[in-house]
């Protein structure tokens, strides 16, 4: 059954379940906006939640966890269900999108490679005091180890919250600059194709020019977050790359006010 058949059925069952009218004194204004998108949650026949935004609901809470700088992912988390995919370690649930998503790009001409993918806890720790370290003795003894690690901070996520430990996030780069991450992939064909097209896939560009004061990080346009087909549609239209005062990690939040709402698992 489509999508949209599947929607008209639930409609007619009365099991698409609309929020009720004190929803709004309940959920924040974008939880509530977000719960009046049609297919936000679904239900089965004797109404518990099954998809939220296309999602199961066994995966929608490891999926949309919003990790930020504030928010650090369970310790110890490993996803389920990693593979390899291009030589990169990723959740099985993005695998297809994230294949089709290369191929519309290489078939328009354009060259997007995957550079990175999940990351481990003992990888993101060596990857943040690399970068610390190279940081300190770039300064010439100018800076101590903690004023290295706020630097640093700003680019690589501390150990924790990075979104690469769920393993839904990839950086993907170009041989136009080397295959390297770096702001300037923003000015190559692969960053405007990726700017332009990534959301048709269900991935997001989480850390923008306006969203640096929010999201504490640097602009980053080769960093994707996968969050489903639905939920990505929606920040495209809103328009979330250009917002000064709401973050993609904003919507993220907006929806686990949705889940615990309906008292998800």
Known sequence: MSSFALAIALLVS???????????????????????EPLAVTHTLDGRPMEVFGLPVEEARSVLLPVSRERAAPPEYVPHDLVWTLARPVRAILVEDLEAMLE???????????????????DQVAAFEATT??????SG?????????????RVVAPPGHSQHQLGTAVDVSTGDIGYVLQPMF?????????????WEYGFILPYTPEGEDQT??????WHLRWVGRQLSAIL?????????????????????????WERMP
């Open 14 to 36: 009365g099991i698409l379940l609309a929020a009720p009218a004190s929803t709004s004194g309940r959920l924040s204004s974008l939880a509530s906006r977000l719960w009046s």
């Open 104 to 122: 519309a790009a290489s078939d328009d001409g354009v060259d997007i490679v995957m550079v990175s993918g999940y990351r481990s806890p003992a």
């Open 133 to 138: 370290r190279r940081v300190l003795a770039r």
């Open 141 to 153: 003894g100018a800076m101590t180890w903690e004023e290295a690690e706020a630097q640093v901070s």
């Open 186 to 198: 923003a000015e190559t064909d692969a960053g405007r194709w990726v700017a332009e097209h990534a």
């Open 216 to 221: 504490g990080y640097a602009y980053e346009p």
């Open 236 to 260: 495209q239209a809103d328009g979330y790359l250009d917002d000064t005062s709401v973050v993609a990690d904003d919507y993220l939040r907006a929806v686990e006010e949705l889940m615990d």
